[in-house]
């Protein structure tokens, strides 16, 4: 590959947008050159990712990697709704990768393809990875009038984690949509929202959790009848403790401070630490991924499990 083409793409991420190659001093030819030899990948008409970047990327960072292509390939433009939040590197679920919003100098709304775009209204942008993004806020909550409630609460659940974003935020927002554009599924997702919660698996469970009648609470920490920590658990709802993802997780520096220890040590650790919860009088139920897809079953465990609950759930720290 021509060398002013690398050191372009290697400035920028990888990504790049067609008059950034001309002004390079490059070609259209030798861009069509470069595809037909596999050593780009073009994300849309006019904006690119070098091949390598684009084959050693995960499907979430090659959705990333095309909206800061599309984002070169547009300036005076800004990334919106879940591309923005991608951009943001926010967590991200039942999001349509093949779409990515923009806002742009429109009278209204209009598909082109994968890109859709939304008329300016003055909305505040700020620069993320050298692309133009609506604020976290604006974002999250356009999300929910586009990818849906689950795609909504699990990126607010980590805006609001990571301090992106706060309630207030989130609630101004919703006041700038009518009521005909889905203010109450926009207010209704972010009033599902928690800062606490830490994963994706965690905001899904919860929301699960919610929809079958439960009140779960997150990121609960347990204390024994002296006070002394015994542990800090995803979710409990009615005494029950849920942990998300049915692995052994507690390599994490979360429940202690000297590293992480081996997977041996990690399998002993979480034994001791389970039957430290069940001696509090909880139950302990795990939540897979797939189980997420029946949450009928994750209710029926719940529920089974209260009738174990012998001790008084004591209140979170």
């Known amino acids: 590959m021509d060398t002013r083409l690398e050191a372009l793409s290697g400035s920028q991420g990888g990504v790049f947008a067609a008059h950034e190659a001309l002004t390079a001093g490059l070609t259209r030819a030798y861009l069509h ?7 780009l990948v073009r994300v849309r008409r006019v904006a690119y990712v070098h091949a390598t970047v684009w084959q050693a990327a995960s499907p979430d960072e090659r959705y990333r990697l095309g909206c800061l292509a599309v984002a070169r390939s547009r300036p005076g433009d800004a990334l919106s709704h879940h591309a923005a939040l991608a951009v943001l590197g926010l967590s991200l679920w039942g999001h ?7 806002v742009t100098d429109t009278v209204q709304s209009v598909r082109r393809g994968s890109v859709w775009l939304h008329p300016d209204d003055g909305v505040a942008v700020a620069s993320v990875a050298d692309a133009a993004c609506v604020s976290p ?3 999250v909550v356009r999300t929910a009038l586009t990818m849906g409630q689950d795609c909504a609460v699990v990126a607010g659940d980590a805006a609001l984690h990571r301090g992106l974003v706060t309630l207030a935020d989130l609630m101004t927002e919703v006041a700038a949509i009518s009521p005909h554009q889905g203010r109450g599924r926009a207010m209704e997702a972010v009033l599902l929202m928690d800062s606490r919660s830490e994963s994706v698996g965690e905001s899904r469970t919860r929301l699960a959790l919610r929809r079958l009648g439960f009140q779960p609470d997150s990121q609960v920490v347990l ?25 052994v997780k507690y390599a994490r520096q979360r429940d202690a401070e000297d590293g992480a220890p081996d ?24 939540v897979i991924w797939n189980e997420l897809e ?15 609950v012998t001790a008084r759930v004591p209140r979170p720290a």
Do not use: C, N, T, Y
């Open 137 to 139: 806020a604006r974002a």
């Open 223 to 247: 204390r024994d009848s002296d006070g002394r920590f015994v542990a800090r658990v995803d979710l409990v709802v009615d005494g029950v403790v849920l942990e998300f993802d049915g692995l």
């Open 263 to 286: 997977p041996e040590e990690v399998v002993w650790l979480e034994k001791r630490r389970e039957d430290a919860i069940r001696r509090l009088g909880h139950p302990v139920e795990r």
């Open 96 to 102: 349509d990768i093949g779409r990515i919003d923009l």
């Open 294 to 308: 029946r949450p009928g079953l994750i209710g029926a465990r719940v529920r089974s499990a209260k009738v174990l």
């Open 33 to 39: 050159q470069a595809l037909r030899a596999r050593k």
